[in-house]
């Protein structure tokens, strides 16, 4: 057996076993998300700083959408999309964003 810091390791042509290494991978996804209904009061704060998106009272203003990868720009910029093909520029604080419809 060797250690798997050791330069050698596997020490033997061929060995398999005897040796393990953990790595660690970070990985990082994003998700669209839409202001809540307008008949839910508390779209009007999805402008505000305190209730971004990912933050701790997000989810009281935003509906957490599909995953999405790439950058897209909406045609309206103010209009909410919950499955857009590729994920909308990030959240702005103080941006004027409407509830969905």
């Known amino acids: 057996s060797c250690r798997c810091s050791d330069a050698i390791c596997p020490s033997n042509p ?5 040796c393990t ?4 991978v970070m990985t990082s996804e994003t998700y669209n ?5 307008s008949s839910n009061p508390n779209w009007h704060y999805c ?3 305190g209730y971004k998106p990912t933050g701790e009272y997000g989810s009281l ?3 957490k959408g599909t995953q999405c990868s790439g950058v897209i720009t ?6 909410g999309i919950a ?8 959240f702005v604080a103080g941006t004027e ?3 969905d419809a």
């Open 14 to 18: 061929g060995q398999t076993t005897g």
């Open 21 to 24: 290494k953990t790595t660690t």
């Open 33 to 37: 998300y839409q202001c809540v209904d």
């Open 47 to 49: 402008s505000s700083s």
């Open 61 to 63: 203003a935003w509906v």
């Open 74 to 79: 909406p045609v309206d910029p103010l209009a």
């Open 83 to 90: 499955n857009p093909p590729g994920c909308p520029e990030d």
């Open 97 to 99: 964003y409407e509830p």
